[in-house]
Protein backbone atom coordinates (compact mmCIF):
# COMPACT_ATOMS: atom_id res chain seq x y z
CA UNK A 1 0.00 0.00 0.00
CA UNK A 2 1.40 3.00 -1.07
CA UNK A 3 2.01 5.92 1.07
CA UNK A 4 0.13 9.65 1.08
CA UNK A 5 3.04 12.24 0.35
CA UNK A 6 0.70 14.92 2.98
CA UNK A 7 3.71 16.98 2.83
CA UNK A 8 6.06 18.12 0.70
CA UNK A 9 10.39 17.30 0.73
CA UNK A 10 11.70 19.97 2.58
CA UNK A 11 15.56 20.80 2.12
CA UNK A 12 17.33 23.55 3.51
CA UNK A 13 19.53 26.13 1.34
CA UNK A 14 22.81 26.39 2.67
CA UNK A 15 22.81 29.92 3.61
CA UNK A 16 19.43 29.10 6.16
CA UNK A 17 21.65 26.79 7.49
CA UNK A 18 24.73 29.73 7.98
CA UNK A 19 21.70 31.76 9.42
CA UNK A 20 20.50 28.83 11.88
CA UNK A 21 24.70 28.46 12.67
CA UNK A 22 24.72 32.67 13.23
CA UNK A 23 21.49 32.58 15.71
CA UNK A 24 22.87 29.81 17.71
CA UNK A 25 26.34 31.17 18.43
CA UNK A 26 24.21 34.91 18.52
CA UNK A 27 21.43 33.56 20.54
CA UNK A 28 18.54 34.66 18.28
CA UNK A 29 17.18 30.72 17.72
CA UNK A 30 14.07 31.53 18.97
CA UNK A 31 13.15 34.55 16.49
CA UNK A 32 15.01 32.31 13.57
CA UNK A 33 12.47 29.79 14.48
CA UNK A 34 9.48 31.79 14.14
CA UNK A 35 10.89 33.09 10.82
CA UNK A 36 11.08 29.53 9.60
CA UNK A 37 7.75 28.23 10.54
CA UNK A 38 6.17 32.15 8.92
CA UNK A 39 8.02 30.86 6.23
CA UNK A 40 6.92 26.73 5.97
CA UNK A 41 3.26 28.29 6.24
CA UNK A 42 3.88 30.51 3.49
CA UNK A 43 5.27 27.73 1.65
CA UNK A 44 2.75 25.30 1.97
CA UNK A 45 0.04 27.58 0.54
CA UNK A 46 1.78 27.35 -2.83
CA UNK A 47 2.34 23.83 -1.99
CA UNK A 48 -1.05 22.87 -1.06
CA UNK A 49 -2.64 25.13 -4.08
CA UNK A 50 -0.39 23.51 -7.08
CA UNK A 51 -1.27 20.35 -5.61
CA UNK A 52 -5.21 21.10 -6.00
CA UNK A 53 -3.84 22.01 -9.57
CA UNK A 54 -2.27 18.35 -10.03
CA UNK A 55 0.79 20.04 -10.58
CA UNK A 56 4.19 17.52 -9.96
CA UNK A 57 6.07 18.73 -7.07
CA UNK A 58 9.18 18.03 -6.38
CA UNK A 59 9.42 19.37 -3.02
CA UNK A 60 10.41 22.60 -1.30
CA UNK A 61 13.33 24.66 -0.70
CA UNK A 62 13.69 26.88 2.74
CA UNK A 63 15.93 29.85 3.20
CA UNK A 64 15.57 32.31 5.51
CA UNK A 65 12.61 35.04 4.02
CA UNK A 66 11.39 32.86 1.31
CA UNK A 67 11.71 29.32 0.09
CA UNK A 68 11.42 27.69 -3.59
CA UNK A 69 8.24 25.32 -4.70
CA UNK A 70 10.03 22.56 -6.88
CA UNK A 71 8.00 21.73 -9.55
CA UNK A 72 7.98 20.03 -12.87
CA UNK A 73 5.73 22.96 -14.50
CA UNK A 74 7.73 25.10 -16.64
CA UNK A 75 5.54 27.88 -17.98
CA UNK A 76 3.00 25.25 -19.19
CA UNK A 77 0.53 26.06 -16.90
CA UNK A 78 -2.33 28.80 -17.35
CA UNK A 79 -1.47 32.47 -16.40
CA UNK A 80 -3.98 32.58 -14.32
CA UNK A 81 -3.51 29.51 -12.56
CA UNK A 82 0.34 30.12 -12.12
CA UNK A 83 -1.01 33.21 -10.51
CA UNK A 84 -3.20 31.52 -7.98
CA UNK A 85 -0.46 29.42 -6.55
CA UNK A 86 1.59 32.33 -6.45
CA UNK A 87 -0.45 34.51 -4.80
CA UNK A 88 -1.71 31.37 -2.56
CA UNK A 89 1.79 31.57 -0.07
CA UNK A 90 1.53 35.42 0.71
CA UNK A 91 -2.25 34.84 1.48
CA UNK A 92 -0.96 32.80 4.05
CA UNK A 93 0.37 36.06 5.85
CA UNK A 94 -3.11 37.20 6.43
CA UNK A 95 -4.33 34.13 8.45
CA UNK A 96 -1.31 34.42 10.03
CA UNK A 97 -2.10 37.51 11.18
CA UNK A 98 -5.26 36.67 11.84
CA UNK A 99 -4.45 33.85 13.98
CA UNK A 100 -2.38 36.06 15.99
CA UNK A 101 -4.64 38.55 16.37
CA UNK A 102 -7.07 36.21 18.24
CA UNK A 103 -4.26 34.54 20.21
CA UNK A 104 -3.23 38.16 21.78
CA UNK A 105 -6.50 37.88 23.81
CA UNK A 106 -5.67 34.46 25.41
CA UNK A 107 -2.65 33.78 27.80
CA UNK A 108 -1.54 30.72 25.64
CA UNK A 109 1.72 32.97 24.09
CA UNK A 110 3.74 35.32 25.49
CA UNK A 111 3.24 39.11 24.51
CA UNK A 112 7.16 39.38 23.46
CA UNK A 113 6.66 36.31 21.17
CA UNK A 114 3.60 37.73 20.09
CA UNK A 115 4.99 40.68 19.27
CA UNK A 116 7.61 38.81 17.18
CA UNK A 117 5.91 36.81 15.43
CA UNK A 118 3.56 39.73 14.01
CA UNK A 119 6.47 41.77 13.12
CA UNK A 120 8.20 39.14 11.31
CA UNK A 121 4.96 38.63 9.83
CA UNK A 122 4.60 41.73 8.21
CA UNK A 123 7.57 41.86 7.12
CA UNK A 124 8.09 38.65 5.37
CA UNK A 125 5.25 39.10 3.49
CA UNK A 126 5.89 42.79 2.12
CA UNK A 127 9.71 41.49 1.22
CA UNK A 128 7.98 38.49 -1.01
CA UNK A 129 6.40 40.89 -2.37
CA UNK A 130 9.40 42.65 -3.71
CA UNK A 131 9.28 42.42 -7.94
CA UNK A 132 12.66 40.59 -7.72
CA UNK A 133 12.99 37.12 -9.13
CA UNK A 134 12.39 34.38 -7.30
CA UNK A 135 10.31 36.19 -4.89
CA UNK A 136 6.48 35.82 -5.51
CA UNK A 137 6.71 39.42 -6.49
CA UNK A 138 9.12 38.77 -9.07
CA UNK A 139 7.10 35.64 -10.28
CA UNK A 140 4.24 37.54 -10.11
CA UNK A 141 5.95 40.40 -12.40
CA UNK A 142 6.88 37.81 -14.79
CA UNK A 143 3.66 36.37 -14.92
CA UNK A 144 2.60 39.71 -15.91
CA UNK A 145 5.17 40.21 -18.60
CA UNK A 146 4.85 37.18 -19.83
CA UNK A 147 1.01 37.97 -20.89
CA UNK A 148 1.94 40.70 -23.53
CA UNK A 149 5.37 39.92 -24.39
CA UNK A 150 6.61 36.98 -25.88
CA UNK A 151 8.60 33.87 -23.39
CA UNK A 152 12.09 34.60 -23.72
CA UNK A 153 11.93 38.28 -23.58
CA UNK A 154 9.69 38.21 -20.67
CA UNK A 155 11.92 36.00 -18.61
CA UNK A 156 15.25 37.93 -19.55
CA UNK A 157 13.65 40.73 -18.91
CA UNK A 158 12.47 39.86 -15.35
CA UNK A 159 16.25 38.47 -14.38
CA UNK A 160 17.65 41.26 -15.79
CA UNK A 161 15.09 43.95 -13.92
CA UNK A 162 15.24 41.62 -10.67
CA UNK A 163 19.41 41.74 -10.10
CA UNK A 164 19.31 45.43 -10.87
CA UNK A 165 16.72 46.11 -8.56
CA UNK A 166 18.50 43.91 -5.56
CA UNK A 167 21.93 45.70 -6.53
CA UNK A 168 20.33 48.93 -5.58
CA UNK A 169 18.51 47.50 -2.76
CA UNK A 170 21.82 46.52 -1.09
CA UNK A 171 23.43 50.29 -2.12
CA UNK A 172 21.05 51.58 -0.20
CA UNK A 173 20.67 49.28 2.70
CA UNK A 174 24.60 50.15 2.79
CA UNK A 175 24.08 53.81 2.31
CA UNK A 176 21.44 55.29 4.15
CA UNK A 177 20.60 52.16 6.79
CA UNK A 178 22.64 51.01 9.57
CA UNK A 179 24.68 47.80 8.48
CA UNK A 180 23.36 44.09 9.47
CA UNK A 181 24.48 40.98 8.55
CA UNK A 182 21.62 39.28 7.63
CA UNK A 183 19.98 41.54 5.04
CA UNK A 184 23.54 42.26 3.13
CA UNK A 185 23.91 38.08 2.55
CA UNK A 186 19.82 38.03 1.56
CA UNK A 187 20.36 40.70 -0.75
CA UNK A 188 23.85 39.11 -2.36
CA UNK A 189 21.56 35.65 -2.34
CA UNK A 190 19.24 37.34 -4.28
CA UNK A 191 21.87 38.75 -6.76
CA UNK A 192 24.02 35.74 -6.99
CA UNK A 193 20.48 33.30 -7.77
CA UNK A 194 19.44 35.78 -10.40
CA UNK A 195 22.73 36.00 -12.11
CA UNK A 196 22.68 31.97 -12.10
CA UNK A 197 19.33 32.06 -13.90
CA UNK A 198 20.52 34.47 -16.26
CA UNK A 199 23.60 31.86 -17.11
CA UNK A 200 20.57 28.87 -17.57
CA UNK A 201 18.21 31.01 -19.45
CA UNK A 202 19.03 29.36 -22.89
CA UNK A 203 18.18 25.96 -20.82
CA UNK A 204 14.87 27.25 -19.35
CA UNK A 205 13.94 28.28 -23.21
CA UNK A 206 14.59 24.86 -24.04
CA UNK A 207 12.97 23.54 -21.16
CA UNK A 208 9.44 25.54 -22.37
CA UNK A 209 9.98 24.86 -26.34
CA UNK A 210 10.20 20.74 -25.15
CA UNK A 211 6.79 21.17 -23.08
CA UNK A 212 4.98 22.91 -26.03
CA UNK A 213 6.54 20.73 -28.56
CA UNK A 214 5.24 17.85 -26.11
CA UNK A 215 2.01 18.91 -26.11
CA UNK A 216 1.81 19.90 -22.73
CA UNK A 217 1.16 23.58 -22.53
CA UNK A 218 -2.06 25.45 -21.81
CA UNK A 219 -3.19 26.83 -25.12
CA UNK A 220 -6.65 29.53 -24.95
CA UNK A 221 -5.92 31.23 -28.15
CA UNK A 222 -4.47 30.97 -31.76
CA UNK A 223 -2.39 33.66 -33.52
CA UNK A 224 -0.47 34.16 -36.69
CA UNK A 225 3.58 35.10 -36.63
CA UNK A 226 5.21 36.47 -39.51
CA UNK A 227 8.62 35.92 -40.23
CA UNK A 228 10.76 36.27 -43.23
CA UNK A 229 12.32 32.84 -44.82
CA UNK A 230 15.90 34.18 -43.72
CA UNK A 231 14.95 33.98 -40.37
CA UNK A 232 16.38 30.87 -37.80
CA UNK A 233 13.81 28.35 -36.18
CA UNK A 234 15.30 29.72 -32.97
CA UNK A 235 14.64 33.17 -33.91
CA UNK A 236 10.94 32.40 -34.47
CA UNK A 237 10.78 30.22 -31.37
CA UNK A 238 11.61 33.44 -29.45
CA UNK A 239 8.12 35.14 -30.45
CA UNK A 240 6.60 32.30 -28.73
CA UNK A 241 3.93 33.50 -26.08
CA UNK A 242 2.20 31.73 -23.57
CA UNK A 243 -0.83 30.46 -23.77
CA UNK A 244 -0.78 30.94 -27.67
CA UNK A 245 -0.54 28.70 -30.10
CA UNK A 246 1.10 30.16 -33.42
CA UNK A 247 0.06 29.76 -37.23
CA UNK A 248 3.44 30.60 -38.82
CA UNK A 249 3.24 32.93 -41.71
CA UNK A 250 6.60 32.58 -43.89
CA UNK A 251 7.37 35.22 -46.33
CA UNK A 252 9.83 34.12 -48.95
CA UNK A 253 11.96 37.22 -51.43
CA UNK A 254 9.80 35.86 -54.04
CA UNK A 255 6.87 37.04 -52.59
CA UNK A 256 5.25 33.71 -51.85
CA UNK A 257 3.75 33.24 -48.78
CA UNK A 258 3.37 29.63 -46.72
CA UNK A 259 1.78 29.03 -43.44
CA UNK A 260 2.98 26.10 -41.25
CA UNK A 261 1.94 25.18 -37.79
CA UNK A 262 4.72 25.56 -34.67
CA UNK A 263 3.99 21.87 -33.77
CA UNK A 264 6.21 21.30 -37.37
CA UNK A 265 9.19 23.84 -36.75
CA UNK A 266 9.76 22.11 -33.15
CA UNK A 267 9.98 18.80 -34.98
CA UNK A 268 12.32 20.06 -37.32
CA UNK A 269 14.08 21.43 -34.28
CA UNK A 270 13.99 18.25 -32.19
CA UNK A 271 14.07 15.53 -34.11
CA UNK A 272 15.71 16.69 -37.19
CA UNK A 273 17.89 18.23 -35.42
CA UNK A 274 17.82 21.42 -37.52
CA UNK A 275 19.51 23.32 -34.90
CA UNK A 276 21.09 26.13 -37.53
CA UNK A 277 18.52 26.86 -40.15
CA UNK A 278 16.39 28.84 -41.46
CA UNK A 279 12.88 28.30 -41.82
CA UNK A 280 12.84 29.11 -45.77
CA UNK A 281 15.51 25.94 -45.61
CA UNK A 282 12.74 23.60 -43.69
CA UNK A 283 9.82 24.81 -45.63
CA UNK A 284 10.65 25.18 -49.11
CA UNK A 285 7.68 26.74 -51.87
CA UNK A 286 6.95 23.50 -54.24
Same mark, same amino acid.
Request: charged share 15%; glycine share 4%.
Given at each position: ????? *???? $????? *??????? $???????????????????????????? !??????? $???????????? &??????? =???????????????????????????? !???? &????????????? =??????? =??????????? %?????? &???????????????????????????????????? &????????????? =???????????????????????????????? %?????? %???????????????????????????????????????????????????????
Amino acid at each position: MKSLN *ILPK $IHLHP *ILIIFII $ISVITGTFIDLSIILSIVFIHELGHFLM !ARHFKWR $IRGIMLWVFGGV &LDTDEHG =NRSIKEEALVTVAGPFQHVIIHLLLFFL !AFTP &LVPENIMDTAMYY =NSIILLF =NLIPIWPLDGG %KLLMLI &LSKYLPYKKAYETTIISSIILSIVFLILQLVFFPFT &LSTMMIMLFLIVE =NWKDWKQRYFVFIRFLLNRYEGSSHVAKVEPI %KVPSDL %KLMDVFSKFRREIKHSIYINFANSDRIVVDETDCLYSYFNDKQYNSQIGEVFVTS
